[in-house]
């Protein structure tokens, strides 16, 4: 199993950045696909990004041109990079991986909030 912690969250004003982190730890025997999913309030949860081992990368239209995926695979982290953030942004952010090809392994999210 692989453990993922996040962090990077935080609340912002509208128009502002943050970058979240993630780094993967426990059984990795190899690289794998890592990405964003988010939840917001009283909403199913969303995939946001994911990037594969080799750098491609795919984004939900809603953050396309705002948000920017990057990994270091030396360091079993990713990033994600969020730009001119929107109220319709907030909500609780999960890193997650999928070792075998699925999304099976989660953080425990962090928290975004974006003030009008």
């Known amino acids: 199993q692989v453990q993922l912690v996040e962090s990077g969250g935080g609340l912002v004003q509208a128009g502002g950045s943050l970058r979240l982190s993630c780094v993967a730890s426990?059984?990795?025997?190899?690289?794998?696909?890592m990405g964003w999913y988010r939840q917001a309030p009283g909403k199913q949860r969303e995939l946001v990004s994911w990037?594969?081992?080799?750098?491609?990368?795919s984004y939900a239209d809603s953050v396309k041109g705002r948000f920017t995926i990057s990994r270091d695979n030396g360091k079993n982290t990713i990033l994600l990079q969020m730009n001119s953030l929107i109220p319709e942004d907030t909500g609780v952010y999960f890193c997650a991986a999928a070792p075998q090809g699925r999304w099976s392994d989660w953080g425990q999210g962090t928290q975004v909030t974006v003030s009008s």
């Open positions: 990037i594969s081992t080799g750098g491609t990368t």
């Open positions: 426990g059984s990795i025997g190899r690289l794998f696909v």
